[in-house]
């Protein structure tokens, strides 16, 4: 199974992004979705992840009141929308999904929860 994460690019400290994440096979509808990234050096991180409903949104520190997370199941596509970004943001982004059965309302934060992983996408934010 593979997701496919775009919208990376090169930008300005302070410009905004918005990544897309979508599966080639698969629909996302019972999915919690996750971001994360790897900056080089450095381990996988946290970014922001949602419930399958949408209505449930859980950021790290790091990028809480900056960052969003959302999705359209109709289009079967999660964004996480970057605003504000600084250099510090800078790292390969991942998406990442976890099937779910209908009552389980929770977000995921974790890696190892997540079994399909999308290929990456880099953001670079120069100063």
């Known amino acids: 199974v593979q997701l496919q994460a775009s919208g990376g690019g090169l930008v300005q400290a302070g410009a905004s992004l918005r990544l897309s994440c979508i599966p080639s096979r698969r629909t996302f509808n019972r999915s919690a979705v996750g971001w994360f990234r790897q900056a080089p050096g450095k381990e996988r991180e946290f970014v922001a992840a949602i419930n399958w409903r949408g209505d449930s949104l859980y950021f790290a520190e790091s990028v809480k009141g900056r960052f969003t997370i959302s999705r359209d199941n109709a289009k079967n596509t999660i964004y996480l929308q970057m605003n504000n970004l600084k250099p510090e943001d800078t790292a390969a982004y991942y998406c990442?999904?976890?099937?779910?059965?209908?009552?389980?309302?929770?977000?995921?934060?974790?890696?190892?929860?997540?079994?399909?992983w999308g290929q990456g996408t880099q953001v670079t934010v120069s100063s």
């Open positions: 990442a999904a976890k099937n779910v059965i209908w009552s389980n309302d929770a977000v995921y934060t974790r890696a190892n929860d997540y079994g399909y």
